[in-house]
């Protein structure tokens, strides 16, 4: 047995598209139960090679109240010269205009291996990004044998550990048989056993069982504190978990559980898929439809939250948001451009956003008329998004 681990924060996938490809267009995702207004919404955005290049968040806010839908975020990626993701930055809405509040920075070894992942902010507001969180990855013949999270302590300006996370796999087989987490002791900075989940599998290798571990300090021992059953479909895709609790007497109750559904007809090697979806569904072959969670409550089960999926060509968009195309004339243009007179254009709610060929987010304000002038943008090409609460229209100009 070998010890290996897998770097779950961020997944990067070189796809393949072909004439039976589907891009992932936006999310919606619900609490409790399904109702005339989800909590979350989220547009995804791309470049022409497929990559992701922008996700765009609304979440459900209540004021006085009245419960509506609140522009929270919008998350840019950025890639460098060999194609893999280099930043992340989120910016937040505030005071009416969008500012940069995160960034994440990742760094590579030379054969393309994620080594270091780095959160930064700012301090008290201040203008300088500094790091906040760091996690350093070790590789043993090209996968990765141990992920460490430190914070930064900014009275000695020196990381300090916090969690060590290993995973072992079978060396025949190469699945993941086991996991093990540790903390740091705040005193000794030594390693302290925390947590262990063991992995089982069918004899076609798809994920069977997997058993949660919490280490007990007093007689120095794992104990037994969870059970996870898995039912795969034909292909691997994982239809349902159930996650029983297991008190100290042995006794197995209900816990939770997750339910999926997924098409397939198109593997998602076939698919344009935001960064954060591609970690969410890592193990799955096909690309996914919906994953509802449940909770198990007063002896039935009770939605927690409900996510949907929507892809180019196989559902719908219109419950969710009505994406249309945004004609832009004159383009190529040296001064002004012009929108398609639409009345979803007009009015004070549309939003208009654009940005860089890298997705950098450059410009964000209110749209009053059909049109806008990109004089003083400098030449190249450019993404522009107009909204409103019922609407997203999408379109690209060149300025020269």
Known sequence: MKKITVFTIVSFIVFNINAQSARLDSMISYLDTLSEMPYTKCIYQYNDEGKSTATIKWNTVTSNGIVEYKEIQIDSFYYNEQGFLSRISGYSLIN?????????????????????????GKIFNGPEWVGIWLWENTYENGLLSDQKLSSKNFSTEMWSPLYLEEYSYDSITGLKVQ????????????????????????????????????????????????????????????????????DSNGEETLSSRSRSTYNTNIERSQAYLPINIIAQISNTKHIILDRTSESWENEEWQVSSKAIYYYSGLTK?????NVEELKI??????????????????????????????????????????????QNFQSGLYSILVRNDKSLFSGKFIKL
């Open 96 to 120: 009416g205009t969008y500012v940069e509040t995160s960034r994440t920075l990742l760094e590579y070894d030379n054969d393309g291996n994620n080594t270091i992942f780095i959160s930064q």
């Open 179 to 246: 996991e093990n987490s540790f903390n740091y002791d705040d005193q000794t900075g030594e390693e302290e056993p925390s947590n262990r989940t063991n992995f089982f599998y069918d004899k076609n290798g798809y994920l069977e069982r997997s058993e949660g571990h919490k280490y007990n300090f007093d007689s120095s021992s794992f104990e037994l504190t969870s059970i996870r059953n898995y039912t795969m479909d034909d292909f691997g895709n994982n239809l349902l978990s159930l996650n029983n609790k297991i």
């Open 317 to 321: 968009t219109e419950d969710l948001l």
């Open 329 to 374: 004339f004159p383009n190529p243009s040296n001064s002004m451009v012009y929108f398609n007179n639409h009345e979803a254009l007009k009015g004070t709610n549309s939003i208009i956003q654009i940005f860089q060929s890298d997705g950098r987010l450059i410009f964000t304000g209110r749209l009053n008329e059909n049109k806008f002038d990109v």
